[in-house]
């Protein structure tokens, strides 16, 4: 709002020309989200806290540990949808649609996120909405915005992906691309989700991977950049990085309540609502690929539920103790807070490999 109001008058009054550079209006949402999480968070925490009297469920097979956490209140995604949206809308381009076509991905699969906590807190069961009705409205929103992103992508890469540590190489996936879209928006969605089981287990990866994806949005956004990094160039997607900046500050801002011990949890509110839009910035960027690198730690979070269920289904024996992952190094002694420090640093470590492949090519 701020670009569209302010940078007209740039010509005649030169402190505005500060909006037309991405970074400055990156740096301004990163801080304005940082600073709305820090004053709405106590308010919304209160709120939360007074609605749910009990506090989110708690699994009775899961860790015992986790029984101490009895009476935290969840949905404290609302915090992060709140404090990111705000911060868009305030330093963002709003003539820009892939603008708009990301934060309708993240605010529809924070509502689905929404609908699921609520279920479970009024229920007190750790059972939200039917995993069908979750899937068919997350199906519906991807498909809907994709169709729009098809729509503004550019005409000769469209339905195109490209693949990392190769020059300007794109495979064209035709009508298959919808699918694949679908395959990457509703996977990082559900990745992110599982990801979300202990104090502030999720929220440091997601903010380390909305930080890659600002870069790589702003370096496919330029002409000159993405030449240079043999990377594919799409107008308009420099913008992105404000959102990505935005869910910086907003996870910074969440990560002051939710450090241990945890004054809320996020809930699918929230780990629904970043995980797709991640799974969307990748796609309008064309870096789904690198995301599964960057993303790596919410790939591995996902695969353990993936092989624990397909294991017991076909020989009636576990591989890991419990499922996802970090559940396992609960039960195997590990203390909370080693586990999630060391999940932090393997995220920085997939990140910065990912970020390599802009170069290595």
Known sequence: MLYNLLSPFADDIQIFNLFRYLTFRTGGAIITALLISFLI???IIKWLKSKQ?????????????HFKKAGTPTMGGLMILFSVSLSTLLWADLSNAFVWYALAVMIGFGLIGFADDYAKLTRRSTDGVSAKVRLTAQIVIAALVTIGVNQVLPADINSHVALPFFKDFLIDIGWFFGVWALIVVIGSANAVNLTDGLDGLAIVPIAIACACFGIISYLVGNAVFSEYLHVPYVVGTGELAIICGAVVGAAMGFLWFNAPPAQVFMGDTGSLAMGGLLGMIAIITKHEIVLAIIG????????SVIIQVGSFKLTGKRVF???PIHHHFEKKGWSEPTIVIRFWIIAMVLALIGLATLKLR
């Open 321 to 323: 103790r419990m499922a």
């Open 53 to 65: 009297k009990e506090g989110q469920p708690i699994r009775k097979n899961g860790p015992e540990t």
């Open 296 to 303: 790596g730690l919410f790939v591995v979070e996902a695969l």
């Open 41 to 43: 968070g106590p308010k």
